[in-house]
């Protein structure tokens, strides 16, 4: 009976603990942060403006709201996708400071609103507006809202990256298309020039001078990206166990909800976008996942069978002993 009320005790504190504290003092510490579901309608742009901002914003996604209701024309809208192809085209040299991702995936992985925004005013859009006092030309993406303006060719160039079909998009593709071009993730062999090419050492001297060149170019790719950014972005490759998937999700859809004032931008995933790049962050950063998913079941299985045949095994060895 006196067992019993200890353990009940300490039952009720380790409960009170894990429900009660441990929540409250990681509340205490990190804001919590509602996600949107993906949804990028701008109203947590608006909320966060400062009053002379919050016009301007309202304004900027209500235009984004009605263009989004065009019907997009995707033949059409790729003549005017090759505005895009100039600056985001294989081998894009960097521009402002980043280079110009590929967009093979674009229609797939980023939501529809989001790319109207994004053409509408990239700096809006991904809400960095705040580092361009002067207006968002300045943005290295920012001359395409003088080269496609009118609504219907928007609707149209988003028509176009929605219907092109370039195959199912994978992990890695996805992250070296939305993250890639200012994270690195060693893990995965990634930087932000892309894959690390295979090279040879010298067999006389002992050196790679392929390799040696290749640091050099990710060296002052990283010198570019730190001179726009204010600051080099983290390599990715574990990140998935330095923070929680809520706040990777938060952090991801809307940075400045976590971190006011931060260079990343907006990214604008849509759920598939989000889930892929997510895989890959668990690929490179905890590669043991799917082992440890397929494992857990089977061990739980034997021990059920273990419990059941010791049970009988008991019984057995009892039978007539009473
Ligand atoms: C245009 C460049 C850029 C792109 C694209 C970008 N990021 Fe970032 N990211 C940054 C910068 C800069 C920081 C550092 C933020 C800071 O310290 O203010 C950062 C920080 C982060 C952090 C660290 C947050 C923390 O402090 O724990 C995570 C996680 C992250 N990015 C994830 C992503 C993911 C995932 C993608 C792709 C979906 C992505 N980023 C795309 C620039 C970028
Ligand atoms: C003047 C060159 C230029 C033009 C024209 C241009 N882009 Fe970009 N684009 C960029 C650069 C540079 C970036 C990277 C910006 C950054 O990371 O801060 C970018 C980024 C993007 C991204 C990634 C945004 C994200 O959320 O990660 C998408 C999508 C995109 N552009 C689509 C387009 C489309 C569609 C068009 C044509 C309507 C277009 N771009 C025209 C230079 C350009």
Redo the contacts with the bound molecule.
Sequence with gaps: MKELKIFGIVVVFTLALYWGVEPFAHGQMHKHVEGHGLVYDGSADIEEASKEKKEAKKAFWADVKKIAALKGDATAGEA??M??A???MDGAAN??G????S?DH?GAI?DKN??IA??KD?AMA?NVDHKYPNGTMA???G??SA??SAPQDIAN?VAY?QAKKAGEVTPKEAFTE?CG??HANRYGKLTQLGEVPKTKSNIKTGQDIDALKYAQKVATEQAALADYLGTLPPDLSIIIRARSEHFLHTFIENPQSQLAGTAM????LNHEGMEKVFAYLEETGDPSKPLREETGPKVLLFFFIFTALAFLWKKAMWKGHH
């Design positions: 005017s996708y505005m895009c100039g600056c985001h521009m402002g980043v280079t110009p991702p967009l674009a980023y989001f790319l994004l053409i990239p991904t943005h290295p993406m001359s395409v080269m496609v160039v990256l939305a071009r200012c931008p907006r990214t604008g």
